[in-house]
């Protein structure tokens, strides 16, 4: 029984369907597989210039790995100019969004980097629910579609036979958050 609707009660457990893999074209396996990740917010603290984001991209660009993934946000909802409705600018979020996204893929052109894109649920211009669905991007060239992948928060990625498991949530926050209020508790229990 759960009649002060304290406790969470199961009563039956239902196992879900596993869903399949997002799977990368396979690279060169002779070769050492040379992967860079990066997360968001792209902008300093105190303007939305593309500087850090741009600086990025040249040691991208020098080092050429195999695949990036770009983790959200990319246009952070904490962020004071954002929070100030982008005071100057003549771009919505969405638009923003799709100028980072674009800059990235012109930049990155000559590579044969994979790109991978993780929303965050800091981002104004998408949905913020957990789990997150991909961005939806539709103008992007055709002949970049093959290095381009937009992927869902959290999800799974297989490069090569490695399994990848990707999401943008602080997860370490999360859990030090869960044990800090369990300690206080039973500090407060054991005390009383």
């Not at 409705?85 to 980097?113: N, S, V």
């Amino acid at each position: 029984m759960n009649s002060t609707g304290a406790k969470l009660v199961v009563n039956k457990l239902y196992e879900g369907v596993l869903l399949p893999f997002n799977e990368s074209e396979d690279i060169d396996t002779n070769k050492p597989l040379h992967i860079m990740t990066t997360a968001g917010p792209y902008f300093t603290s105190d303007n939305l210039s593309l500087n850090p984001l741009m600086d990025f991209l040249q040691v991208l660009i020098k080092e050429k790995p195999d695949v990036c993934i770009f983790f959200g946000p990319f246009l952070d909802g904490r962020h004071e100019q954002i929070l100030n409705g982008m005071d100057g600018m003549d771009a919505t979020y969405e638009e923003f969004f799709q100028t980072i996204i674009h800059t990235i893929i012109e930049r990155t052109t000559p590579l044969k980097t994979q790109l991978v894109f993780v929303p965050s649920q800091r981002d104004v211009h998408h949905e913020c629910v957990y789990p997150q669905p991909p961005y939806q991007i539709t103008d992007i060239p055709k002949q970049q579609l093959d290095r381009v992948h937009f992927v869902s928060d959290p999800s799974t990625l297989n490069i090569n036979g490695v399994i990848f498991g990707l999401t943008a949530s602080d997860i370490l926050f999360h859990l030090g958050a869960e044990e800090i209020s369990w300690y206080v508790f039973i500090t407060i229990f054991i005390t009383l």
